[in-house]
């Protein structure tokens, strides 16, 4: 039945006059979603809306589940066309559109016509009452309620007639690509994917970077975060991921200095590197999956001494989040199901049994100072080890 | 150079085998089911195969059944059995190594209303037989015991076993699991007091996806898979021909030279044990006690703990050399799971994470051997330096 949908997008709509940016933004990413559909669509802005057509045959779940993971998107509307064939057959159409949609139609409603096409006869406040009374007389358990209906049965008067009531939610957010780029520290756990798909949310586009540390960590480790990149992809479009080499500066710092520390001092490293591979790829931002206080890595002073290594700001999305909200989530975006897989990850590995949970800043610089004689050089030789893998770019 | 010593995960298909089952697939892809030609063909690679492996186990071709493995196998063994059995009495009786196949199997029996007693082991991963003796009851419908463990090499005492169950209880079946046994030693259940026997083409050079269980004429069993009515309507499914024919094929080309197989092997073993000894903190699991050249062990699989380097690590740094082995406990960070054989022979709590198992096969040269071990010897010491401390 449903051939087109109405495309509802909600903060774009108040943007001034860089609105169209964000317009043909959308329209882009709705675009690249659909390539991967079956079927063929156009999709065109019309005075302030965007509507989705299908040129043919199409899949219609398939194409709902797409839309819903574009950013940017409040409500998808399915929509009914209808040739303009006298206000008698619209009246039927209307009430064989109620008939399949509302199988129960126990409902309240009202009907809102947009009369886009001037010249029809009829003007909308008329419209809107005959057609409800046809919907009446059809089935009268239904009932008017013009203030709050269950149902508003939309009808846009145009070359053709469009129907359409049902909203889908969609995921919300602003278009990849509105905002800029960032770059995700992706370890394989619950929380970087969810982070990773909170900041894509508000239109920023994703690179990625993993720490790998063979033999610590397998290639099964590997591939996993590879797939999480793939699911985050789903929404975020493409990510380059940054395979780094970590093993060697891993040892080093166990060398060198105080196991409790190490945790802290690693990820002032990785966060280093991080930055230096984000600043040569134009990123603005850091992005990691951290949250006040879930492990000892994680506490305010944690939290504060890994910031510090960094110029680029770094962007914390859960950091307010409990486990449980951020394992609800990962449920939604379907990243938990991977990220529970039981590979070693290079957080665990080397962990001491007690960890510093209020790490001095001091104290961790002047430990940091055993590794000045190579860890420069060994920065650098992580940094040439990156491999470039495109993830989610063979949509 | 690549070193593939996981032969216990599984093996690497003899070409004969694959060229056998590519004829089969491509040219006479028959089903034996058919009434036409086509299908009589099939039916003859089926019956060569029942006809080969069960002159192989000296048993009768009625008395072999092909299945999807050897899960499916134990599987059978134990449901059809136990269900088929269920008036004579309801108490089971298996060891606390067995392969999860088995072990799984009997906790699922448990919970069906079935009563199951565990054997305990000894240091070197054996059973005793005076256990077992008071093990068995009047109720007691079957005991599983494996021929092999698949991570430590132990070898059970089956023939014992066999002819002490026909004498305390001689209604009690006997079933072996012989996944890691079958193509290393010679088998024969009639002579062992063996009613069921499980084997899997995979392990012996053959194919995946298809195993057999030996089901003796004497034994009451039913069916767990229902359909079609294959196989003496035991086993429903359309006949697995190119899995049947290349599992026997595999079969008889090892027992053609099994004897010299299985010294070499042994050959292969105690070069390897020599050498690990070489290293410090290494304790090597499942031997007995006056056999340190692993005599009376499994001639495939070594088994072996080094102190302060994880299974996992140790795996992935031999990885890096060409060198493919297992990690002998499955544990992890995050869902520690210590393997259950490691623990009821009451090792070290340190050597459960750091338990690591080489297993051999045909192509397994001494160059290979050498080269593992002088790998181990450069890679250990580094490993051990960066132990959690």
Redesign the interface.
Known sequence: MFSAFLIKYAEIGVKGKNRYLFEDALVRRIRLALKKSQGEFEVRKNQGRIYVEALGEFDYDETVERLKHVFGISGICPVAYTQDEGFEKLCETVVRYVADVYPDRNLTFKVDTRRARKNYPKESMEINADLGEAILNAFPEMRVDVHDPQVVIHVEIREQIYLYSVVIPGPGGMPVGTGGKAMLLLSGGIDSPVAGYMIAKRGVQLDAVYFHAPPYTSERAKQKVIDLARIVSEYAGPIYLHVINFTRIQQYIFEKCPHEELTVIMRRYMMRIAEKIALETQCLGLITGESIGQVASQTMQSLAATDQVCGLPVYRPLIGFDKQEIVETAGKIGTFETSILPYEDCCTIFVAKHPVTKPNLKVIRRHEQNLDPEIEEMIQTALETDERIVVGGDA | MEVYLDNSATTRVLPEVAELMTRIMCEDYGNPSSLHIKGMQAEQYLRGARKTLSTLLKAEEKEIYFTSGGTESDNMALIGCALANRRQGNHLVTTQIEHPAVLKTMRYLEKEGFRVTYLPVDGSGRISLDDLQSAITPQTILVSVMHTNNEVGSLQPVQEAGALIRRVNPRTLFHVDAVQGFGKSRIYPGKMGIDLLSASGHKIHGPKGVGLLYIGNRVKIQPILHGGGQQSDLRSGTDNVPGAAGMAKAAELLYAHLDQDVERLASCKRRFLDGLRQLEGVRINGLLPDSPDGEGTAPHIVSASFYGVRS??????L??EGIYVSAGSAC????PQPSATLRAMGVEQWMLESTVRFSFSVYTTMEEIDYTLRTMYDKIPM?R??T??
């Open positions: 996992e690590v140790l795996l992935h740094a990885e890096e992890s960070a995050r869902k490993l330096k960066y959690r401390r």
